[in-house]
């Protein structure tokens, strides 16, 4: 999935499968990832 502009503010992906997504110019405002870390990218 091409995510690369997507903009995740305090979304929780705690169970989203992200393993092929193109996040590369994502922001992430207080995101749980998968891994269950806060992301914090071009808040």
Known sequence: ADLSEANFSHANLKKAKLAKADLNDAIFC????????IKNNNC
């Open 30 to 37: 207080n995101t749980i990832m998968p891994n269950g870390r």
